[in-house]
């Protein structure tokens, strides 16, 4: 067969275009292609929701493949295990109760499982602002390149809709920072506002992280290291079992009350 060059560019820009443009309506938009957002996005397009992840970076992941201090191996507790076990991740218990993984075998995998269950990750592109309706519920992401932002262009943006978005932009909780500061919005914690991440403590952060994982706003649930951030809570360092059990979570709440309404 003789390559020609056109139809390998336009078969990239027609599919990805038909993905993207397909994602401007979906059930659930998630900021970031980290452990949280890609777990989460797992278990949803399993269960046949329609979601899309959008991810700031070129490669998916956010702080798992650096592991701990750049060794790339990961902790996980019994539970995070589990989850590692069920998406084909192999571990090795290192002390009774103490899991080890390859931090980049975990990252791929969650990518891997995630696309293939259904759901779509569009890495490169930024959420730089949330979409709202009447009682400030918020119904959408306001997205651009990361390249616009990075080479400080004025472009303006495109709009995803979407049922709910989850907020799963690690230690920045990027998305709960624009509620805040540009709706004036009352979060759900205690002092209306993004609490602030504590110093580390992995027991105590590791299970008030699930706890945290929740409805932060109307439309918007935060997971992971924002959930966190958002409620005050303790950083627990490269253990990352509460990262998937939180993803899981935010995913069964999507479910629970998409079933409900
Ligand atoms: C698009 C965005 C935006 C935006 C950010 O940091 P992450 O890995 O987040 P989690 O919560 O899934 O995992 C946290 C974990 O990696 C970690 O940091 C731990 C365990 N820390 C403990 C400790 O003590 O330090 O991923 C978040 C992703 C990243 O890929 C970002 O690039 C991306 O979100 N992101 N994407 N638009 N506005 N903001």
Known sequence: MKIDDITVSRAIAESFT???????EVDVA????????????????????????????????GGMPGGGMMFNRIVLQEEGKELLDEIGVQ????????????????????????????????????????????????????????????ANLHVDPLAVRSKTVIDATGHASEICHIVVKKLGGKLNTRTGGVVGEKSLWADV?????????????PGLIVAGMAANAVYGSPRMGAIFGGMLLSGKKAAEIVLRDHADN
């Open 18 to 24: 038909k993905d993207f443009v397909d994602s401007m």
């Open 30 to 61: 998630i900021a970031g292609a980290g452990p949280s957002g890609m777990m989460a996005a797992y278990y949803l397009a399993k269960a046949g929701v329609k979601t899309a992840i959008f991810e700031r970076q070129l490669r998916v992941g």
């Open 205 to 217: 952060g590791e299970r008030e992280l699930v706890e945290n994982t929740r409805e932060v706003y």
């Open 91 to 150: 571990t090795k218990e290192y002390e009774k109760g103490y899991y080890i993984a390859d931090s980049l075998e975990t990252i791929s995998t969650l990518c891997f499982r995630s696309i293939q269950a259904g759901a779509k990750i569009f890495n490169l592109i930024s959420v730089e602002d949330v979409m709202i309706r009447e009682h400030d519920r918020i119904v959408g992401l306001v997205l651009n390149w990361s390249a616009v932002s990075l």
